[in-house]
């Protein structure tokens, strides 16, 4: 350091350090460990390095910057601004050099690291780090006097400007290799996949300079829906989304039919495995296609997924899921090639899935983990995520504990006789009047309730079709706290309730939400087996998240995240009436959205997400509801219907439910669930 | 180490120590480093441990052994012995317990690092140390307690009971693993090969200890003939070679002209791939049944072969080879799975490819350079590896040079008149009675030479249908001997020679060897076009030879050695009147036989051995003939036959060759190839 070195301070970071006159800011900001992207090692063309030189007094920092504390406009600067355009005060890092003490801003978009835009400022945010960069290199020509391959000399020029070492390609790459080089006059991108333990793999290579985006993949496999984000894998940015509905819906409604399904039909497995294959490769080309990129360009994908769902998409047979101890073949997270899924992406392209945490807490559960991140917090959450199976997490900085409780398809609307799923029509929201017993609704489509002018139209248009899976929650907490059902769930008489919608159906009763026979539509009713589904349901969520909370020795939670597309659309306050969630102040139940597809994009985003989960997983404490007594005790003290104005636990204590024979201690998982559907 | 404390002396290694009584056999010879095998890790199922204890008086070791010095037979010993018979003697090391004082003998097939028994003394040994080894053991069962994968379970068994780590398997092999558990009780054997920098694959499960042999493919991948040995990968005993035309020749007889037909047809590199991989698939399933085992036994290939083919193989499109500066796509070593050469062995196995040593110097001379081992001797040894380019090392513990000639397929008995391959009826050798001028001669499949009683039987019998390589190397030889061509190479008319087998032929002659038009069969002449064709490929190999002297600074060397199938049945003495090799003594040339092939094995053998072979690659110097203005000085200067009884340099420099126009130093090694085979 002489003294005519140069102060140089980077925001927003405040890094700071002295550099000899004429030296490169981005050569600064690497020697400093600033955040400043390149993409061609500082030779002016990736144009990746733009930062903000700031002039005049910087009291905050002790310095004064003059006009010529930075070098003039060069011709490499010139020439870009002139074809690309340069913002107004932004200069390329590696172009302009340092002449005096100096401030320079690094923007959001020339940092490696950027943080993802994302709409709900409480979500935990996505840094990028991805495990595939692309590098801009320049490769020693082929010559007679060096025998080494080309794939060899562009590992030397990779370690020598990158430092990135321990490459290998698949033959695919190696393939377009020698073309590319001399296409690029030595010079190529490559895209180096970070496969953890200094194994790197090249994923592409292209001729010059590359710039095209790459892309990745986060998919969350679910049994009923399929569901892809397209992610730009250097601004993170969803280019597209889609889903689609898992077509082995035809082998089996739920986890256990499909299994059932593979035990009974050989090759069973092999055929789900194709056709959920098949659905995937429709949605990356649907997804390429509408974001008008070549699947070539999609370089990565991450799948979140249950264990049943995990073993079908990598060709497992899922028998020994079905039955205990719930074996999984293997438990850890793996990378493979996406071409042994049948994925039609780039040829090399990289396929992630998560860990799975047990036999039935899966690759979902962990995302969600990862997502909500319990471990990161003091307070202690109880984060459900509703399916089919509910995934539930309890836990907060000194422990966390995971369980799967089977509570069946009532909560998304099957098993219910004017159930539907979540779709223009449905109902969603539910008010009962207490005095008179007459109901006000409203449709997913429409902001009007049905007592409300204009609500003929409504009807006009989509007509009412059904109750999803949210507005079903709400008629039934409705119907106990407006009398209409008893603490253990009976429906009154019309001569018990007082109202003419009480209707006579065999033995027990309905209650009449809306009549659209005048207009050929549904009668849609509330039936006393419709309420018996909903009861099992939300018995096998409360009784898991009860479970958890006896394995922590607690009473209650800090706080309830409900996850999920279901989760989003609940409202708390019905679920507690329900008992479907422990005692919990409303303002405390939160929805975290589609937790387990954003656990799948952090992964996708961030390679240290991908061992942050890894680790996390090894730590949770699994409790398998099926061998656990207390979880059939609590599954059949919580049938009753708590009261919105009586304390929860004295009429959860009191009420037993008949015609139930589920006994999760037979050993027989799948037959098990096959009769509590029945129930 | 206590008084009761027994002596226990290994043999032949000698290896000895001091052990509690009671101490198991393999356990002490496990803690002496003794090279005792097991594949059960003493459970006494494998048997791979046998020993055979030694009684009476030892003098050299110092001990005397007593008949109680080890355990009586126990009940797995006399188990096995009844099931499977024990050789009388053998006991069953991990059952038998030290006594006393005693001598222990390690039988040669107990050895994990057996030296496989092979005909030839003289030739480099195989010790086996393979890098596909299988391993018994026993996992823990899938319990409610313990959510993690069966995989993780065995990986942790792996650990515990062998000390091995870093395994993953491929989606084929996981496919089986629950069922391979439970099929056997939770014991299984595994296939894990060993890929190096301690990560390592499982390819295959099996339940219960299998005992099956697995085995690996050592592929000579020529030009012209594909030849496989099928291995077994713990003995090393070779259970079948089989070999088969290059299907590529139908693209080209030789590689310049494939690399042609690649450039010249788009598509046409791919189609050579597809044929050669065909060729390969067929190779292997043949060798399989043959042996009568199935391909899933075959866990592992490896592969020699000149650049061209290499490429071909791997599908990498061949143009760059074909234009200077020859540059390969990678040089390096690789491993990838056979699936995707489309190999149809065991679903996960290995394909290991020799390094490459040049553009010109291709992983079959890279296997010559691991059997031969120039660099372990001290004395001065020419390599030379003759196909349709010869491959040239010259070496010894100070450095090793390389280069490859483009000697063309003249030596193979290709574009020679009546040249053929070797096969039954094709002569191989001839002597000319300097003062009759009149030839015998011997043909493959025979013993009789032609003026023997009993020869009218063999061209009855098989008939003499040409001339193969070494046959057309003596006949030139010979004729050069007994004068019936000059220095130059030209053949005499009847009246300089004095023979009416001096055959008019244009403004030329040819030389009769034999006429068997009298039954129909060929007249076989040596014409002036045939030593025109052997006067330009032997001195394109003596060329190369003398080049890598220069480099050296020296005139002569310590011993020649004469690789492949060529170099088996070429006679040193004609070889050298010829002036094919340098100078140096009869007595000090030798017939290494298929040393690629031998290289393969080894590699497949001993993982020690790629190691090797890849770093003495890097420190093999490489020398490029095509850019060495003295290699056309010497290739010109060589073109002379110097007789036997004149000294070989005093010839060799004062005959200039008309008709030949190469030029290497004008880039274009291809046209400059086709215009020597021209001349």
Not at 245 to 263: C, H, K, T, W
Not at 317 to 343: H, M, N, Y
Request: glycine share 10%.
């Amino acid at each position: 350091m002489s003294d005519q070195d140069a102060l140089v301070i980077f925001t927003p970071s405040g890094k700071r350090g002295r550099f000899a006159l004429g030296t490169p800011v981005l050569t600064a900001a690497q020697q400093l460990g600033v955040d400043l992207d390149s993409v061609c090692g500082g030779r002016g063309i990736c144009s990746k390095c733009q930062v903000t030189p700031s002039f005049g007094e910087f009291p905050k920092h002790g310095v004064t910057v003059f006009e010529n504390a930075v070098s003039e406009f060069n011709a490499v600067e010139e020439r870009y601004d002139r074809i690309r355009g340069l913002k107004t005060g932004r200069r390329l890092g590696c172009q302009t050099k340092v002449q005096g003490d100096i401030v320079i801003d690094v923007p959001p978009e020339s940092q490696v690291h950027k943080q993802v835009v994302r709409k709900a400022a409480s979500t935990r945010p996505i840094i990028m780090d991805p495990a595939t960069r692309r590098y801009y290199i320049e490769v020693e020509e082929a010559g007679m006097d060096d025998p080494t391959g080309d794939f060899e000399r562009l590992q030397a020029a990779l370690k020598a400007q990158w430092n990135v070492e321990g490459i290998t390609a698949p033959l695919s790459v190696l393939r377009k290799l020698q073309k590319a080089l001399r296409k690029g006059a030595w010079a190529v991108t490559v895209a180096i996949y970070d496969a953890g333990e200094d194994q790197s793999k090249m994923l592409d290579v292209w001729p010059g300079l590359y710039e095209e985006p790459l892309y990745g993949l986060a998919i969350d496999l679910g049994s009923t829906t399929i569901a892809a984000h397209l992610c730009d894998l250097e601004t993170g940015i969803v280019a597209g989304s889609a889903g689609v509905m898992n077509p082995q819906i035809r082998f089996g409604e739920d986890l256990m039919s499909r299994v059932s399904y593979a035990m009974m039909n050989p090759g069973g497995d092999a055929e789900m495995t194709r056709e959920v294959r098949a659905a995937m490769a429709d949605l990356a080309r649907t997804l390429a296609a509408d974001a008008e990129i070549s699947t070539d360009q999609i370089l990565e994908a991450v799948f979140v997924c249950n264990p049943v769902m995990h073993h079908l998409l990598l060709g497992f047979d899922p028998v020994e899921l079905g039955q205990s101890p719930f074996a999984l073949t293997s438990s850890d997270a793996c990378t493979l090639d996406a071409r042994d899924l049948d994925l039609p992406l780039n040829p090399a392209a990289q396929v992630y899935i998560l860990p799975l945490i047990a036999g039935h807490v899966g690759a979902d559960a962990a995302a969600v983990a990862l997502s909500e991140a319990p471990e990161l917090r003091d307070d202690l959450s109880l984060i459900v995520d509703v399916g089919t199976n509910a995934e539930i997490l309890l836990g907060n900085s000194t422990q966390v504990l995971a369980c799967s409780s089977p509570t069946g398809p009532a909560f998304e609307g099957a098993q219910i006789s004017s159930g539907q799923r979540a779709a223009p029509g449905a109902i969603e929201r539910i008010e009962i009047n207490a005095d008179t017993k007459e109901p006000r609704f409203r449709v997913i489509g429409s902001e009007i309730w049905s007592d409300e002018d204009g609500f003929a139209e409504v009807i006009a248009g989509t007509g009412v079709t059904g109750i999803c899976g949210s507005g079903i929650i709400e008629a039934v907490a409705e119907m106990r706290m407006a009398g209409l059902v008893d603490a253990s769930g009976l429906i009154g008489s019309a001569e018990q309730t007082g109202t003419s919608r009480s209707l006579p159906e065999g033995r027990t009763h309905s209650y009449l939400i809306h009549d659209g026979s005048d207009r050929d539509g549904p009668v849609i009713t509330v039936t006393q087996g419709d309420i018996r589904a909903i009861q099992l349901a939300k018995s096998a969520l409360y009784a898991g998240a009860r479970l958890l909370m006896d394995e922590l020795g607690v009473d209650e939670v800090d706080r309830v995240v409900l996850a999920g597309a279901f989760g989003a659309h609940i409202s708390p306050k019905h679920a507690i009436v329900l008992g479907m969630i422990p005692d919990c102040r409303t303002d405390q139940v939160f929805s975290a959205g589609n937790a387990a597809g954003t656990g799948a994009r952090m992964a996708l985003a961030n390679v240290s997400d991908r061992r942050a989960i890894e680790a996390q997983v090894q730590r949770i404490n699994k409790i398998e509801t099926a061998i656990e007594p207390r979880f059939q005790e609590h599954f059949v003290a919580a049938n009753a219907i708590p009261h919105a104005t009586a304390p929860f636990a004295e009429l959860a204590k009191t009420v037993t439910l008949p015609n139930v024979n589920f006994n999760p201690n037979s050993g027989d998982g799948a037959g098990g669930r096959r009769r509590r559907r029945r129930g």
